[in-house]
């Protein structure tokens, strides 16, 4: 079940962007992705494995610098 990794990195995102629109869009087939302004950050179906707990954090601040 996605739903519990998601809320928590949409939670995570919140934190340290607090004016971040964040949206969860349910999708099949295992699939996890994460997009900034229509740019993956994070994509499973390219990693093989969900994303580590603060990476995409680290790759959105990234982006942003």
Do not use: C, M
């Not at 997009?35 to 603060?54: C, I, L």
């Amino acid at each position: 079940n996605y739903e519990p990794r998601a809320a928590g990195l949409a939670a995570e995102i919140r934190e340290r962007w607090p004016q971040a629109e964040v949206e969860l869009i349910p999708s099949r087939g295992g699939r996890f992705e994460v997009f900034r302004d229509g740019t993956p950050v994070f994509e499973k179906s390219k990693t093989g494995r969900h994303a580590r707990p603060g990476e995409v954090v680290q790759a959105l601040a990234q982006q942003a610098s």
